[in-house]
């Protein structure tokens, strides 16, 4: 079972040997069997890697995010076919009618305004109780904007009432950088069940290659507000990016067991992208408990 996420931030030239992941730098080279890694990013450009190994990456189903310059990611590597049926699921995907789209999107949404709530009570936030109201407010397919009215007042009480989402702060820089591992990581769920990324329920942006996991990923957005609240005041570096990272390794409970968090978005995107067909019956809640 894959568990690794595997991190190179300095000059090196990776490549693929005998099942092998290896990394060579000036101080030797190191071996990291397929089997074990669940992610590889490459948070430096001064990195080399064969065309070989990105060919067994893909078949290994494993995934590889690469950064920019400023240590931002910009990209993934993703496989063109990661399920025998896949041209089944994608014509599923096409067909699944607007009224059910639309009820999962309101399920979601009711499930990421919760999430925001229980944050802001932790932290004891005066919010707390108006966002609470925003739940009950979603209407069907959240046509009157609960989910960017909430968010308004969810990052100004988290992060004081002068922040910005989207400035260029360290703040945002931070959360970024978790949002677009977090992206990853359910893209990478998304692709195994075989559907696109492309074709969401609710978000349609056409320069978006990921709208469907735009749709999955809101309830655990939290998970990353939460780690960033409570470490604002550090410099993003690598030490910090690892630690954004390893929180996919920790624990979390979902449908009242403990899964790694890798685990849940497993079963939470498998659940949910079942459940259009029987979505009066959606079960797919993840509830974060802080």
Known sequence: MSFRTVVITKQSKISYKNRFLVVKQENGEKYI????????????????ISSYLLKELSNYKINIIFCDEKH??????????????????INIQIAWEQEKKDELWTKIVKNKIMNQTI?????????????????????IGDQTNREG?????????LFGKNFVRNCGDS??????????????????????????????IHHKNEFN?????????????VIIDNFVYYNQKRELNTEYKLDLINIFNNTFKYQNKKYTLKDIIKLYVKNTLESMNDIENYKGFFYYEG
């Open 171 to 200: 703040i945002n820089s931070a959360l970024n950088y978790g949002y677009a591992i977090l992206l990853s990581t359910f893209n990478k769920e998304v692709i195994a069940s075989g559907f696109l990324t492309q074709l969401g």
């Open 119 to 139: 944050l802001l009570n932790k932290i004891s936030s005066k919010q707390y109780d108006l966002l609470l109201s925003y739940v009950d407010d979603v209407t």
């Open 33 to 48: 069997h397929l089997s074990e890694i669940d992610t590889v990013i490459v948070d430096s450009i001064s990195v080399s």
């Open 72 to 89: 931002h990611p910009f990209g993934e590597l993703s496989s063109y076919y990661s399920r025998h049926n896949t041209t089944k699921k």
């Open 209 to 221: 290659q990921f709208n469907l996991t735009c749709d999955l990923m809101e309830p655990f957005r």
């Open 149 to 157: 009215h909430a968010a308004k007042v969810y990052f100004k009480a």
